[in-house]
């Protein structure tokens, strides 16, 4: 098979049948938040627009386990390998479904919860297009919707501001680690204090909500809207992560 | 009991309204390397400066991001090309969010997902996003010749 002149490789990624296809998708709601009792069964309409496409589109939907990445993005894995796994628990109907281009259609998430769940369980829900071609392989698109289930009455929530610092010249890091059993959004004020204790400046903390998943730890990087002059300060964050208290934390830093 | 029900249904509308969409886009042309030689580079930028466009929205007021992967590396029956002599580069994006790949570079495609993009804060309220990528493939000497295919995969989610 392997010539010595002249070995051509046919490498082919996409038949040139679909050279002029435009693609389009998208899913609405992107996140799917369940608030569903023990033992109890619930459901929720997605809907798939295919609307800005000139093709039909295939989907296969199908749901994996999140966990996070130190890039604050996310790993996907198979489902049931997490602790906080609802992704076996979940029935889409269809699991496969063709949208004609110019329509939209709906898929039904519907989630069991068993008897014995307690706090927050959580999966990816992908929407896959694909395959487009009879033969050879191409591109595929995938658009994730967070599934975040609530079991009624089991939630239990408890957090630890494990570290604050400051990076020069701008950045603080909160560090916030979840002890509770259910996903939680912090949000809160960052303080910065003048060596007389007044405050000079004041911004929110975890603007986007950005979430820490149960038994974890994220990082939240906030930047001073601009550059301390020299002089010793104070950092002091409070932050509300769902109950009535708050977590507080402050650090001096000097700038000179 | 009537005005009970309407208003219980303008609540659910308002609720299913403020998680939004996310959308992703493309202008689907082609990855056709074409015919190459043992130990042959070559880049596909049919745009000149760029092949393919993909395009991300979302309105539903929260950070997204963009991956990049392959499925499987490029294969021809039992046989398969080193996933690093596959490579791609984002080389251009109209974002405002923290790209993280180097614009004159070459990245290796990996079949574990690499983060392309994360949107910028302000950059969930339906104003699609655009990205423009060319890609790069060196045949190795000792590749046995055959038709090789794969799957690029795009994720699109927003940031939990």
Known sequence: MKSKYFCALLVLILPLLFIQEVKAFSIEPSRIELDISAGKQKGKTVIIDNSKSDEPLHIKVYAQDIMYLPDGTNDFLAPGTTEWSCANWIKAIPEELDIPPGKTQAVRLSLAVPEQARGGYYAMVFFESGPTMVQGLGINFRIGALLDLTVSGTEYRKAELADISFIKPRKIEIDIFNEGNILMRPKGVIKILNAQGRKIKQFDFNPPRLGVLPKSLRKFYSELPEALAAGTYRIKAEIDYGTKYLLVAELPIEIR | ?160
């Open chain 2, 1 to 160: 009991m009537k005005k009970v029900f309407f208003v219980l249904i303008l609540i659910f509308g308002l609720n299913s309204a403020a998680h939004g969409a996310i959308e992703i886009s493309t202008d689907h042309r082609a990855l056709f390397f074409g015919v190459m030689q043992l130990g042959e580079e070559k880049e596909l930028a049919d745009s000149g400066t760029y092949h393919n466009q993909i395009s991300c929205s979302s309105t539903n007021g929260k950070p997204w991001y963009l991956k990049i992967g392959l499925l499987q590396p490029l294969t021809s029956g039992s046989e398969s090309i080193p996933v690093e002599n596959f490579k791609w580069q984002l080389v251009w994006t109209d974002g405002l969010g923290m790209r993280v790949s180097d614009p004159h570079q070459f990245k290796e495609f990996s079949i574990f997902a690499d983060l392309v993009y994360t949107s910028a804060a302000d950059e969930a309220s339906s104003n699609p996003v655009n990205f423009q990528f060319k890609y790069y493939l060196k045949i190795p000497q000792a590749q046995i010749s055959g038709v090789y295919n794969t799957i690029i995969r795009f994720t699109l989610t927003e940031i939990l």
